[in-house]
């Protein structure tokens, strides 16, 4: 058998597994000393000032969409091309969800069809209420240019940067939030660093930071500023507010706190396999994975187009074929608006051409910190061999 390379996987070393171990030997599994200190480390990193951790990228999406007051009534918008928690997040509050199609290039939301669509939903009245950029495979959203757009049209910005954490946008790390009002990260095994399951809401605004975290603990406080008539003593908290249980783990955190250290190895390693990826792909019919000016990618995924014009096989063969060969290919995404809860709510196959051509021919190959170059010279010399 040849040995099956996956499309992501973590890294892990003694330092991760001792830091875990050492929680667990403590009196804290959670709710203990090493959520904060994974916080301060993040918000240190990122430099921004507030940095909440959160079982998941998709609780962290809720929480920033509560904070933001989303609700019935109000719109958001996201990319098509995004995993689906991206657009669930406003559903939770009850709100409705739009979409703006991407830029075939880099798979980001496109700003000339953000600017149209902007100016169209202002003559019917309908202009959303948040947008939520997804900084795709890494790459970073143009966020000045949304900054500006936001600033115009009067809309809040939740960066998705699920993909992007140790990537950077005009020489500033990824997740500082100067162009929006909070930015999320996903810390899944196959997204660039990990907690097992964990995301990260980050913003510079103390009253957001104050409202997320209080959401993420059932809305519950102990803090008598925030209490109202009289407390009835030192055992007293009060729920002012729906909130959920969204909280992480001290064993979670202490696996980020860990693994935060070797972040930007991981990122350094990604950017040189997807270079090589670059280089080795040059003669076969393919477009390459999609680059930005002042963005340094993440490269959480190295997504390629295939020509299918030039081709006499389509995806679908193309795919199965490597993976019958143990490469670990992916395609992300299927355009949220196609998937039958967003087809059911009103949208339809035709509503963004560019998401659904990008899916037509998109193919995510394997890439993570640990793969070799001798795995990745055989994955570009299966996908030559399936190709011709
Ligand atoms: C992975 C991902 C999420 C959800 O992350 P979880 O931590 O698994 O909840 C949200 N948005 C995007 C773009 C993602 O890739």
Known sequence: MTEFIPYGKQDINEDDIQAVVDVLRSDWLTQGPAVPAFEGAVAKYCGVSHALAVNSATSALHLACRALDVGPGDLVWTSPI?????????????????FVDIDLNTA???????????????????????????????????????AELAEQYGFRVVEDASHAVGGRYQDAPVGNCRYSDISI???????IMTTAE?????????????????LRSHGVTRDPALMQGENHGSWYYQQVDLGYNYRMSDIQAALGLSQLQRLDQFVQRRTLLADRYDVLLKSLPVITAGRAPHCSSAWHLYVIRLELDQLEKGRRSIFEELRNAGLGVNVHYIPVHTQPFFEDRGFAKGDFPNAENYYASALTLPLFPKMTEVQQDRIVATLQEVLQ
């Open 108 to 146: 980001n939301i496109s700003i000339e069809a953000l600017s149209i669509k902007l100016k169209q939903a202002e003559r019917e009245d309908r202009l959303p209420k948040v947008i939520i950029p997804v900084h795709m495979g890494g790459l970073s959203c143009d966020m000045q240019a949304i």
């Open 198 to 214: 964990g995301g990260m809401a980050l913003t510079d605004d103390e009253h957001l930071a104050r409202k997320m975290d209080l």
């Open 185 to 191: 990260f996903s810390f899944h095994p196959v997204k």
């Open 82 to 98: 995004t995993f689906v928690a991206s657009a669930n997040c406003a559903l939770y509050c009850g709100a409705e969800i739009d």
